[in-house]
T-cell receptor, first 114, second 113 residues
Framework: DGGITQSPKYLFRKEGQNVTLSCEQN?????MYWYRQDPGQGLRLIYY???????QKGDIAEGYSVSREKKESFPLTVTSAQKNPTAFYLC?????????????FGPGTRLTVL | EDQVTQSPEALRLQEGESSSLNCSYT??????LFWYRQDPGKGPEFLFT???AGEEKEKERLKATLTKKESFLHITAPKPEDSATYLC??????????????FGKGTKLSVIP
């Protein structure tokens, strides 16, 4: 089955630690995205990548880093510089062909800072 | 700056009681308006894309409509399994190659048996 997988489902981080969230897709999509979701707020874009070895900052990139070494994978690192990392993190992908582009989401990773 | 406002924030319906969810938007040239369904602790599930004013799309008990300023998600004779948070997002024309979405905060729908 084609789809987007995220791991782990739950992640706990101690103060001062960097953690990496995994996102893999087998939909052959060109573009991949990372969003953060907090209670009572809309999804906010952290980073996105439209092609391998290239990525762009979204609205809230500070304290986060990404890489895109393979088309299928777009890992997100939450660094110790991110002051309030507790949130639900969602990865998405899309084809980016044509005039309008539908994004499909993974199941999410819930990150909690201890 | 693109903006999306969804109302109401929460809606409780009796099973079979039809209603509508609203999504008001401002965007510099609309590429598409998207509706997603999100269950607690899960990723959003794609429902519809609407491209231009006057367009309508249906799926089971859901029907989405679009005007130049807002979209409605009509729910006909809802069932308890329709309980979820419904998210609206817009995709506007930005710099070349950018397909960013702007999301609303969602409407949490509860359908009571």
């Amino acid at each position: 089955d084609g789809g987007i997988t995220q791991s782990p489902k739950y992640l706990f981080r101690k103060e001062g630690q960097n953690v990496t969230l995994s996102c893999e897709q087998n939909l052959n999509h060109d573009a991949m995205y990372w969003y953060r979701q907090d209670p009572g707020q809309g999804l906010r874009l952290i980073y996105y990548s439209q092609i391998v070895n290239d990525f762009q900052k979204g609205d809230i990139a500070e304290g986060y880093s990404v890489s895109r070494e393979k088309k299928e994978s777009f890992p997100l690192t939450v660094t110790s510089a991110q002051k309030n990392p507790t949130a639900f993190y969602l990865c998405a992908s899309s084809t980016q062909r044509g005039g309008t582009d539908t994004q499909y989401f993974g199941p999410g990773t819930r990150l909690t800072v201890l | 700056e693109d903006q999306v406002t969804q109302s109401p924030e929460a809606l409780r319906l009796q099973e079979g009681e039809s209603s509508s969810l609203n999504c008001s938007y401002t965007v510099s040239g609309l590429r598409g308006l998207f509706w997603y369904r999100q269950d607690p602790g899960k990723g959003p599930e794609f429902l519809f894309t609407l491209y231009s004013a006057g367009e309508e799309k249906e799926k089971e008990r859901l029907k989405a409509t679009l005007t130049k300023k807002e979209s409605f998600l009509h729910i006909t004779a809802p069932k308890p399994e329709d309980s979820a948070t419904y998210l609206c997002a817009v995709q506007g024309w930005k710099e070349a190659g950018s397909y960013q979405l702007t999301f609303g905060k969602g409407t949490k729908l509860s359908v009571i048996p």
